[in-house]
């Protein structure tokens, strides 16, 4: 599957003040294929203007191969925003992000990835959704575009270069059988994400934060055997 950089997909909540979620997307290559996107990935949940409505969720985003590369642009899911007068409403909920390039494919992000819940004005955000990033048994994960989302969960057997000054994320977890580089702007929290409890490599993890590096509780424990 390719698309150009004018080939953008998008799903979007249709009504404001209905509390309705956008649409999942998905693209699954079975057998022998690759995914090469161009153009951006966008879902948004719908607004909310009235009591007693929150912003609605963003739509989840899957992309996957059986084996083979996968290399996207920028992939945004957004929650809706809350911006009525009163009340308890809240901002809706992100979607949740998962890429996977399976066999030994490499799995490449060119563009930002972004993963926020919508505002509120009266009381609390929606949730930041979370990014899944698989590379099969051993194809390598870089990065150009930043990461911005709530949790990061890393699997597969390729090694991981993670490095744009500008990630950010909250929570960092991860099972892999290679290399782990990782760099954000502030603090990691090493917790569970999506099912996924410890950071456990067989290789080295090298972690740089512009913040505290802290272990949540019973989880969270760092893996290392490189």
Do not use: C, F, H, W
Not at 156 to 180: F, K, Q, S
């Amino acid at each position: 599957i390719s698309a150009g950089g004018s080939d953008i997909i998008t799903s979007t909540a249709a009504l404001n003040d209905t509390g309705t979620k956008a649409g999942a997307v998905t693209i699954n290559v079975t057998g022998t294929g690759t995914v090469n996107l161009g153009g951006a990935i966008v879902t948004t949940g719908a607004n909310s203007t009235s009591n007693g409505v929150n912003g609605s969720a963003g739509g989840a985003i899957n992309i996957a191969t059986a084996n083979g590369n996968v290399a996207v642009a920028a992939i945004t899911s957004s929650g809706g925003n809350e911006t009525g007068a009163g009340g308890a409403e809240l901002g809706g909920d992100a979607g949740v992000i998962s890429i996977t390039a399976g066999g030994a494919g490499t799995l490449t992000l060119n563009g930002a990835v972004t993963a926020l819940g919508g505002t509120s004005n009266n009381a609390s955000p929606g949730k930041d959704g979370s990014l899944t990033l698989n590379s099969g048994t051993g194809g390598a994960v870089t990065q150009v575009g930043a990461l911005n989302v709530g949790g990061l969960r890393l699997l597969g057997g390729g090694p991981v270069t993670l490095t744009n000054a500008g990630n950010n994320i909250r929570t960092l977890a991860g099972n892999i059988t290679n290399t782990l580089k990782y760099t954000d702007t502030d603090g990691i929290i090493l917790d569970a994400v999506a099912g996924t409890n410890d950071l456990t490599s067989t290789g080295n993890i090298t972690l740089q934060a512009g913040g505290a590096v802290t272990q949540a509780g019973t989880n969270g424990e760092i893996i290392a055997s490189g």
